[in-house]
Structure formats: structure tokens, C-alpha cells
């Protein structure tokens, strides 16, 4: 049986008591860890199930999928992935090749960075369409995540912007040169985010097109991430920079004493969603 078991967005206890049972089950146990954040590192998980864990990068998921589902079929394995399984980036491909060589699967569920987005105030009926603001390159800088946004505005949605995450990524040098060297995992800040958004906007303005007012206004509110420590934002000139043209971010302070609370001091028009202020 191949079980793809949700972690959950916190520590080692949010593994649901299925899942854990699951987990102390089975002969291998994989971890992914490239599209997500825990708050705690693989040996906390290790010492709470009980049980070693096998870490699964992208090359492993992607490339080398028959390998993590040997003998799937006559043991159980598990697929741990931090949120739910299906949240946002989908596992499918790896219960489909399941289905295709005959091993049954089960999918035990857990709370998603899709629903626990609601922590923010937010009507989650409300949302549109997720996007994912990607980190820029010299040579590549999407908009597309913006005109999303502006959509969804137009409709009267929120969104949710899934900020970038590069964990063991090859620089375009090394992955032509079919090098094995990777860069340092990035996390993409929520200044990073909205430096990119101003970017666009500036873009816009230069070449005479309209943005939605909003913009125009040159307020942008953003939330920071639900997981205590991982996006702080560093209190450098960037983060000054941002506030002095008009960005204004609100934090989301996810530690023990204050799950889903807002941090202090925090104002938000429940309505709009728009105005935030630390
Ligand atoms: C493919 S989605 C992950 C979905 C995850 N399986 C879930 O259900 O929550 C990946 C994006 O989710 C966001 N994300 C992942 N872990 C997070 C965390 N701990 N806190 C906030 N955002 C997170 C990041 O923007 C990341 O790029």
C-alpha cells in the first residue's frame, strides 16, 4: 500500500493520528521536502513517529518515482507531504504511475496552506484563482501571477500569492553543464514578493496601461506567512524601502501561545481585505 500522508503546516504533532499510525507502519517512509516548509527539521519528525525518514527531492519524485514505489505493491510505503497531499502542487503523477503498476494507495489528509489561509480574516468562499509569485531571473520575469491578481480583484476575490520556494535547484549553468552542484535554498520574502509586484506595476505605468486602482494608489497589503520564523522579514532598508512607497505588510505570528491569532497591533478591514498595518 502506498499511503501520501499529510503533515499539516506546524510541528511534528499535527501528523494526524491515522497518518501516524500509517507512518509506524510502513517499511520506508519518504519525505518531501522541496515544495514546502515544516518549522522543524527531519530528526524531530524522526524522533516523534518513531521511525526513520527518507528525504525526497525533486530529482527523486520526478525522476526516479519507480524506485520510491518498489514493492509498493507487496509492503506498505509512506509519502509524507508537509500541508495535505493534493494541496496546491499535486502528487498526482505519483498515484497515477501507483494505479498503473497495480499498488493500491490511500491518501490521509491534513490542513493545507489552501485552507489555513483563512487564519488571515479572510471568507475563504472569497478567494480566486491561487497564484505562485515566482522568484526573477535576469533572463526571466514573468507577470502573469499579476494579471491573476488583477482578475481576481476585478472579480471582488482575494488571492492567495504562494511565494517561491527553491530548495536544492541547479543554477542554469550547472543544469546545462549537467553539473550536480545546487545553490542554497531560498525562501522567497514577502518583501522580495512585493518588490516584484512594484516592479510590474512600474512596468505598467511606463508603457501607458492601466492598473487597478489599487495599485495605482501604490497600496499594496500583503500577509506574511502562517509559519512562525520562516519569512520574517529582516528589519534592513528593503523592508523600509517597501513602507516608504506605500507597501504596507501585516505579519501572521504562528507560535505556540498564539495559533491563528493575528500578531498584535495589526488592523484589517475585514470587508476589503485591503488595509493592514503592523
Ligand atoms: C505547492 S504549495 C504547498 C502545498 C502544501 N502541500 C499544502 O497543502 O499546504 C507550495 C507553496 O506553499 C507555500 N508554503 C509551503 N509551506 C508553507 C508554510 N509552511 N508556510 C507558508 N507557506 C507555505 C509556499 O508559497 C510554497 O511555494
Redesign the pocket.
Known amino acids: 500500500m502506498l499511503y501520501l500522508v499529510?503533515l499539516g503546516?506546524g510541528d511534528a504533532k499535527d501528523i494526524t493520528v491515522k497518518g501516524l499510525e500509517a507512518v509506524r507502519r510502513c517499511r520506508r517512509v519518504y519525505l518531501?521536502a522541496y515544495?514546502?516548509?515544516?518549522?522543524v527539521g527531519k530528526e524531530a519528525l524522526e524522533e516523534f513517529y518513531g521511525k526513520e525518514l527518507i528525504l525526497a527531492d525533486r530529482e527523486m519524485v520526478e525522476q526516479e518515482a519507480d524506485n520510491l514505489l518498489k514493492e509498493a505493491d507487496v509492503c506498505d510505503v509512506a509519502f509524507l507531504?508537509?500541508?495535505?497531499?493534493?494541496?496546491?502542487?499535486t502528487h498526482s503523477d505519483l498515484v497515477l504511475r501507483a494505479v498503473k503498476l497495480g499498488i493500491p494507495y490511500k491518501v490521509i489528509h491534513?490542513?493545507?496552506?489552501?485552507n489555513?489561509v483563512g487564519c488571515c480574516g479572510l471568507q475563504l468562499y472569497n478567494f480566486g484563482e491561487t497564484v505562485?509569485?515566482v522568484f526573477w531571473t535576469d533572463t526571466w520575469q514573468p507577470e502573469s501571477f499579476f494579471d491573476k491578481i488583477e482578475k481576481n480583484r476585478q472579480n471582488g476575490m482575494h488571492t492567495l500569492?504562494?511565494?517561491?520556494?527553491k530548495v536544492k535547484e541547479q543554477s542554469l549553468e550547472n543544469l546545462m553543464k549537467g553539473r550536480k552542484i545546487y545553490e542554497p535554498p531560498r525562501?522567497?520574502t514577502v518583501n522580495q514578493a512585493a518588490e516584484q509586484l512594484l516592479a510590474i506595476i512600474q512596468n505598467r505605468r511606463l508603457q501607458g496601461l492601466k492598473t487597478d486602482p489599487m495599485f495605482q494608489s501604490g497600496s499594496l497589503g500583503l500577509a506574511e506567512?502562517?509559519?512562525g520564523g520562516?519569512?520574517r522579514e529582516p528589519d534592513g532598508a528593503s523592508g523600509r524601502r517597501l513602507e516608504e512607497r506605500g507597501v504596507e505588510q501585516c505579519s501572521f505570528s504562528r507560535s505556540s501561545k498564539q495559533d491563528h491569532k493575528p500578531a498584535k497591533g495589526i488592523k484589517k478591514d475585514l470587508k476589503s481585505g485591503r488595509d493592514c498595518k503592523v
Do not use: H, K, W
Open positions: 499529510g503546516l518531501e515544495t514546502s516548509v515544516l518549522a507531504v508537509v500541508g495535505d497531499p493534493f494541496g496546491a502542487t491534513n490542513a493545507s496552506i489552501m489555513a505562485s509569485v500569492c504562494l511565494l517561491d520556494i525562501y522567497m506567512d502562517l509559519q520562516m519569512r
